[in-house]
């Protein structure tokens, strides 16, 4: 079976771009997630989807970050107008439940100029 | 504000030693905890799940559990060079609604 697909794998973007990151989560899970990765912060969650809802997107840094699962086997992550702090590595992931063990994604990283 | 905190390292242990990595959570109600393993440049990879107090071996690892303590350990035995990797512990909640929450990982550095 499939594990979850994100695209792109790379992009790089001049600052006040807009960025949309795509996530297809493995097929049966009902909880997916966005997660930001760095070396200064490490793995933080953004925001998180059961059934294709938005429960809590308090990780969301700004309003410039916005995220739609408009259905089971897709999702975006928008960033608009992106920035150079934006620059990290952008992890999707799903779980059955949200507290069940969740399965990653490749990930997309980021650079914005 | 649900917590799980880890060493960060780096670890450093000898080819064919233990290495022993250890979490510590705040919210007593946890149920399931995690283990993964994340390579420079890489996804992070599930490489073993604990449910219940004691330990669970697979392989050369083992997770143990101690609820009353609130501690989860990783112990690889017959360290590797090829385990060098930051080693994330993850928790997760009482109810079926709340995430995991992840430490922020101990780098473990396996030397030959």
């Known amino acids: 079976d499939a594990g979850v697909i994100q695209s792109p794998r790379h992009e790089v973007t001049e600052m006040g771009q807009e960025v949309t990151l795509r996530c297809k989560p493995i097929s049966g899970h009902n909880s997916l997630f966005w997660y930001r990765q760095t070396m200064m912060r490490g793995l933080e969650l953004l925001i998180y989807?059961?059934?294709?809802?938005?429960?809590?997107d308090s990780g969301m840094p700004e309003d410039r970050f916005s995220a739609k699962m408009p259905n089971a086997s897709f999702s975006t992550l928008k960033i608009q107008p992106s920035e150079p702090r934006d620059s990290a590595v952008y992890f999707c992931a799903s779980s059955y439940l949200a507290r069940d063990e969740q399965y990653f994604g490749p990930g997309t990283r980021l650079t914005v100029t | 504000q649900k917590e799980v905190e880890q060493n960060s390292g780096p670890l450093s242990v000898p080819e064919g030693a233990i290495a022993s990595l250890n979490c510590t959570y705040s919210d007593r109600g946890s149920q399931s905890f995690f283990w993964y393993r994340q390579y420079s440049g890489k996804s992070p990879e599930l490489i073993m799940s604990i449910y219940s107090n004691g330990d669970k071996e697979d392989g050369r690892f083992t997770a143990q559990l101690n609820k009353a303590s609130q501690y989860v350990s990783l112990l690889i035995r017959d360290s590797q060079p090829s385990d060098s990797a930051t080693y994330l512990c993850?928790?997760?909640?009482?109810?079926?609604?709340?995430?995991?929450?992840f430490g922020k990982g101990t780098r473990l550095s396996v030397i030959a």
């Open positions: 993850a928790v997760g909640g009482t109810s079926g609604n709340t995430p995991l929450v």
């Open positions: 989807f059961n059934n294709n809802v938005p429960i809590d």
